[in-house]
């Protein structure tokens, strides 16, 4: 393991990564070296901007796996390589789509509410037995003292 990947680790396991987002840091950062044959101290913004535009438009990836890379080179950039904060800003990140409610027409099928009734009357029995379990617990309690 380089002294550059093991501060990488120690960065995100001192800032309390859970190991999911570690792994998928490190195999981005990775990935980015591999793909300029290079360190990752040796690349700045433009080779970041131009491996989004490859993972993009070659590799076909969504928004959501561009903002991941786009995450942890920052993150590589800003405290690992402790580079000034100005470059870290530099690095452009993907805008992730918004979805939209959908909506039912008023001709829609609206979805049946016989089933959710029961369950209803279900929850309001139970939590009234609950509610007398713990009056009768606390009178014994009251009681005894």
């Given amino acids: 393991m380089t002294p550059l990947r093991?501060?990488?680790?120690?960065d995100m396991q001192l800032r309390n990564f859970s190991p999911v987002t570690q792994a998928s840091?490190?195999?981005e950062v990775s990935g980015f070296a591999r793909?300029?044959?290079k360190s990752p101290e040796l690349l700045g913004?433009?080779?970041?901007?131009a491996y989004q535009v490859y993972l993009r438009n070659e590799k076909?990836?969504?928004v959501v796996?561009?903002?991941v890379a786009t995450s942890a080179l920052r993150f590589l950039h800003r405290v690992t390589l402790k580079k000034n904060c100005y470059m870290a800003d530099m690095i452009p990140a993907p805008k992730v789509p918004k979805k939209l409610p959908v909506i039912l027409s008023p001709e829609a099928p609206q979805p049946s509410t016989r089933g959710r009734k029961r369950q209803s009357a279900k929850c309001r029995q139970s939590l009234a037995e609950f509610s007398l379990t713990v009056s009768n617990n606390e009178a014994q309690h009251i009681l005894m003292t």
């Fill in 6 to 10: 093991q501060r990488f680790i120690e």
């Fill in 35 to 37: 793909h300029f044959h």
């Fill in 25 to 27: 840091y490190t195999r």
């Fill in 60 to 62: 076909k990836l969504g």
């Fill in 45 to 49: 913004p433009e080779q970041i901007r």
């Fill in 65 to 67: 796996s561009i903002s």
